[in-house]
Nanobody, 120 residues
Framework: QVQLVESGGGLVQAGGSLRLSCAAS????????MNWYRQAPGKQRELVAG???????NYADSVKDRFTISRDNANNTVYLQMSSLKPEDTAVYYC??????????????WGKGTLVTVSS
Protein backbone atom coordinates (compact mmCIF):
# COMPACT_ATOMS: atom_id res chain seq x y z
CA GLN A 1 0.00 0.00 0.00
CA VAL A 2 1.51 3.30 -1.10
CA GLN A 3 0.75 6.37 0.97
CA LEU A 4 1.51 10.04 0.56
CA VAL A 5 1.34 12.05 3.74
CA GLU A 6 1.46 15.85 3.66
CA SER A 7 2.38 18.13 6.53
CA GLY A 8 3.19 21.76 7.15
CA GLY A 9 -0.06 23.53 6.40
CA GLY A 10 -1.57 26.12 8.69
CA LEU A 11 -2.58 29.73 9.15
CA VAL A 12 -0.17 32.47 8.15
CA GLN A 13 -0.41 36.20 7.56
CA ALA A 14 -0.03 37.67 4.10
CA GLY A 15 3.64 38.08 3.27
CA GLY A 16 4.61 35.13 5.43
CA SER A 17 6.10 31.76 4.59
CA LEU A 18 5.25 28.10 5.00
CA ARG A 19 6.98 24.89 4.05
CA LEU A 20 4.95 21.87 3.02
CA SER A 21 6.32 18.35 3.06
CA CYS A 22 5.04 15.15 1.51
CA ALA A 23 6.53 11.76 2.26
CA ALA A 24 5.84 8.67 0.20
CA SER A 25 5.85 5.27 1.85
CA UNK A 26 5.15 1.74 0.70
CA UNK A 27 6.55 -0.64 -1.85
CA UNK A 28 7.51 0.63 -5.29
CA UNK A 29 10.47 0.63 -7.62
CA UNK A 30 10.85 4.32 -8.25
CA UNK A 31 9.17 7.69 -7.89
CA UNK A 32 8.97 9.61 -11.13
CA UNK A 33 7.44 13.08 -11.05
CA MET A 34 6.20 14.62 -7.83
CA ASN A 35 3.76 17.51 -7.86
CA TRP A 36 1.86 19.90 -5.66
CA TYR A 37 -1.71 20.81 -6.56
CA ARG A 38 -4.13 23.06 -4.75
CA GLN A 39 -7.86 23.54 -4.64
CA ALA A 40 -9.45 26.70 -3.36
CA PRO A 41 -13.10 26.78 -2.27
CA GLY A 42 -15.37 26.76 -5.30
CA LYS A 43 -12.49 26.32 -7.73
CA GLN A 44 -10.98 23.47 -9.68
CA ARG A 45 -7.83 21.74 -8.55
CA GLU A 46 -4.79 23.29 -10.21
CA LEU A 47 -1.16 22.35 -10.60
CA VAL A 48 1.08 24.56 -8.48
CA ALA A 49 4.52 23.04 -9.07
CA GLY A 50 6.14 19.86 -10.27
CA UNK A 51 9.56 18.25 -10.14
CA UNK A 52 10.88 15.38 -12.20
CA UNK A 53 13.04 12.53 -10.92
CA UNK A 54 16.01 14.38 -12.37
CA UNK A 55 15.17 17.63 -10.64
CA UNK A 56 13.59 19.64 -13.45
CA UNK A 57 10.90 21.94 -12.12
CA ASN A 58 7.87 23.75 -13.41
CA TYR A 59 5.56 26.28 -11.76
CA ALA A 60 2.21 27.88 -12.27
CA ASP A 61 2.61 31.50 -13.32
CA SER A 62 0.80 32.64 -10.19
CA VAL A 63 3.49 31.22 -7.88
CA LYS A 64 6.68 31.72 -9.89
CA ASP A 65 9.40 33.51 -7.92
CA ARG A 66 7.47 32.92 -4.68
CA PHE A 67 7.31 29.12 -4.36
CA THR A 68 10.12 26.59 -4.65
CA ILE A 69 9.65 22.85 -5.10
CA SER A 70 12.40 20.42 -4.15
CA ARG A 71 12.75 16.73 -3.39
CA ASP A 72 14.83 14.38 -1.30
CA ASN A 73 15.04 11.17 -3.28
CA ALA A 74 16.75 9.28 -0.48
CA ASN A 75 13.74 9.88 1.76
CA ASN A 76 11.03 9.85 -0.92
CA THR A 77 9.97 13.33 0.11
CA VAL A 78 8.93 16.43 -1.81
CA TYR A 79 8.80 19.93 -0.37
CA LEU A 80 7.10 23.16 -1.29
CA GLN A 81 8.64 26.30 0.17
CA MET A 82 6.08 29.06 -0.06
CA SER A 83 7.08 32.68 0.47
CA SER A 84 5.39 36.06 0.08
CA LEU A 85 2.08 34.32 0.60
CA LYS A 86 -1.10 36.03 -0.53
CA PRO A 87 -4.70 35.51 0.56
CA GLU A 88 -5.39 34.02 -2.88
CA ASP A 89 -2.94 31.21 -2.04
CA THR A 90 -5.49 29.93 0.48
CA ALA A 91 -6.40 26.39 -0.52
CA VAL A 92 -6.04 22.74 0.32
CA TYR A 93 -2.68 21.64 -1.04
CA TYR A 94 -2.36 18.10 -2.35
CA CYS A 95 0.74 16.06 -3.02
CA UNK A 96 0.78 13.89 -6.13
CA UNK A 97 3.36 11.33 -7.16
CA UNK A 98 3.78 9.14 -10.19
CA UNK A 99 5.36 5.86 -9.11
CA UNK A 100 6.71 2.82 -10.89
CA UNK A 101 5.20 -0.25 -9.24
CA UNK A 102 6.85 -3.62 -8.75
CA UNK A 103 5.06 -4.90 -11.87
CA UNK A 104 6.42 -1.96 -13.88
CA UNK A 105 3.16 -0.03 -14.03
CA UNK A 106 3.07 3.74 -13.69
CA UNK A 107 0.65 4.63 -10.94
CA UNK A 108 -0.59 8.00 -9.70
CA UNK A 109 -1.11 8.54 -5.99
CA TRP A 110 -2.54 11.44 -4.03
CA GLY A 111 -2.23 12.62 -0.48
CA LYS A 112 -5.24 13.67 1.56
CA GLY A 113 -4.28 17.32 1.48
CA THR A 114 -3.17 19.97 3.92
CA LEU A 115 -4.96 23.29 4.42
CA VAL A 116 -3.10 26.55 3.93
CA THR A 117 -4.91 29.69 5.04
CA VAL A 118 -3.42 33.10 4.36
CA SER A 119 -5.00 35.98 6.24
CA SER A 120 -4.94 39.54 4.95
Amino acid sequence: QVQLVESGGGLVQAGGSLRLSCAASGIFLRINAMNWYRQAPGKQRELVAGISSGGSTNYADSVKDRFTISRDNANNTVYLQMSSLKPEDTAVYYCNANLLSLNLRRMDYWGKGTLVTVSS
